[in-house]
């Protein structure tokens, strides 16, 4: 089988597509990030470019079916080949490093002894783990997209993406509660698109440098708790769509004006929520009832404070005008 490799749609160039027509909208349908940079979360080889989730809906059950089975690895090892070098096992509820059995690790590293064909997307969301050691990725694994996002992480897997590093792309690990990011200080120079959105991360990544990323083109840190000792110096200017919407940076004026010299998506600490309806105005309220005390209420007040309980004010008005053309007359005990 001929190596795989993702598609030349899949991460974009700045300004232009290599078509040479302007890049403005990724497969989404969502505009790009800053100067034109279009970025498809996941695509396939065969061109057709999709987000992640939408593969996945289509095939989580032949990854469910695949890890369950006996044969394990030959299942595994032929889902990666249907699919063209990608390995999703999202939605799984994996948690244990028992869950991704080592049979199944074995198969993939005899795959790729056999075929020559890269592993080149790992799509492992939605799950439960904690370390992604655990799916013992390897430099000849020659992984390009890793999500590992919606997982509940002990630490940065700085090992993993240093693992990685000769041919990783895109690295997806938002939604992990990330309180520390620390960049491997071997040089990734393929690493395009970092997404660290939805931690709870206070400062820029640590290594994140020219050196150590010369080719990230996106940095997604929104929902974040990022303050201004961030200084927005310290991101390489090479880095041209950084998005730090929804960090408590973005209220110091300083800093969020810094920030928007350089194009950057800045926005409020919080989400926006919709404003209150208006208050009604006083001829809309309804009435007040008076207070009618017992010694002084005659029949028609009791007609009118009956009604009130009965049916509201306006049934009270009614009441109080049938009573006063009766003659208000008092009862007979």
């Known amino acids: 089988m001929a190596a795989c490799a993702p598609p030349r749609g899949y991460l974009n160039g700045v300004g232009t597509s290599r078509r040479g027509s302007p890049a403005t909208r990724c497969a989404c349908g969502r ?5 034109g940079v279009c970025v498809l979360l996941a695509a396939d080889p065969s061109g057709v470019a999709r987000p992640p989730d939408r593969a996945d809906a289509v095939t989580a059950d032949a990854s469910a079916r695949a890890m369950d089975t006996d044969d394990a690895a030959g299942a595994v090892v032929q889902q990666i080949r249907e ?13 244990e490093a028992v869950d991704v059995r080592a049979e199944v690790v074995e198969a993939i590293k005899q795959l790729l002894q056999s075929t020559g064909a890269p592993v080149w997307g790992v799509f492992a969301h939605h799950n439960s783990i904690r370390d992604v ?3 013992a990725m390897e430099a000849r694994w020659r992984v390009r997209v890793l999500d590992v996002s ?15 590093a000769p041919t990783l792309e895109h690295a997806r690990l938002s939604h992990c509660g990330l309180t520390v990011a620390t ?39 929104s929902n974040n708790v990022l303050t201004a000792v961030a200084t927005v110096s310290a991101v390489p200017s090479t880095v041209q769509a950084v998005d730090v919407r929804h960090n ?5 004026p300083a800093w969020a004006a810094a920030a928007t010299a350089r194009r950057w998506h800045t926005g409020p600490t919080r989400r926006p929520t919709p404003p209150p309806p208006p208050l009604q105005s006083l001829q809309d309220l309804p009435p007040v009832p008076r207070r009618i005390d017992a010694d002084q209420a005659s029949p028609a007040d009791d007609a009118t404070v009956a009604a009130a309980d009965a049916g509201g ?21």
């Open 31 to 35: 505009a790009s990030a800053a100067r």
């Open 83 to 95: 699919h063209k070098g990608k390995w999703i096992i999202s939605h799984m509820g994996i948690k």
């Open 133 to 135: 050691g655990w799916l």
């Open 150 to 164: 919606h997982n509940p992480l002990d630490d940065f897997p700085t090992a993993v993406l240093a693992a990685l």
């Open 183 to 221: 960049m491997p200080t071997a040089p990734m120079k393929q690493l395009a698109v970092l997404n660290l959105s939805n931690n709870r991360l206070q400062g820029w990544p640590a290594a994140l440098t020219r050196r150590g990323v010369p080719s990230l083109v996106v940095l997604d840190l």
């Open 248 to 252: 408590p940076a973005c209220e110091d």
């Open 313 to 333: 004010a306006k049934n009270a008005t009614r009441a109080r005008d049938a009573a006063s053309a009766n003659g208000a007359a008092p009862d007979a005990h």
